[in-house]
């Protein structure tokens, strides 16, 4: 089991940046790592992804503006860490963390961004 903690989130103005943080706890080997988001009344979409090693992938709306990254620590850490650029009314959503391991997906609890016009 990977539990996923979350932070970061918080309200900025538009054209603002913010930074999340999503710790895995525990000592787990684990591959792939990244975040979805979900705004409300809508469906949870993806937003980022970052394998163990290094390579990622943005969705074509956060090409540009976001920057993801990794942190494997050696199996002692794992973290990642999105960077929002440039942000828009429409970035408003509940960011989630979410890991891989062996075939299993774990998700954090989220964390809430919003901004202001």
């Known amino acids: 089991q990977v539990q996923l903690v979350e932070s970061g989130g918080g309200l900025v103005p538009a054209g603002g940046s913010l930074t999340l943080d999503c710790a895995a706890t525990?000592?787990?080997?684990?591959?792939?790592m990244g975040w979805y988001r979900q705004a409300p009344g809508n469906q949870r979409q993806p937003v980022s992804w970052?394998?163990?090693?290094?390579?990622?992938?943005?969705?074509d709306f956060v090409k540009g503006r976001f920057v993801i990254t990794r942190d494997n620590g050696d199996n002692d850490k794992n973290t990642v860490q999105l960077l929002l650029n440039n942000l828009k009314p429409e970035d408003t959503a509940t960011y989630y963390c979410?890991?891989?391991?062996?075939?299993?997906?774990?998700w954090g609890k989220g964390t809430l961004v919003t901004v202001s016009s």
């Open positions: 979410y890991s891989e391991r062996y075939g299993s997906t774990y």
């Open positions: 525990g000592r787990d080997y684990i591959e792939g």
């Open positions: 970052i394998s163990r090693v290094g390579r990622t992938n943005y969705e």
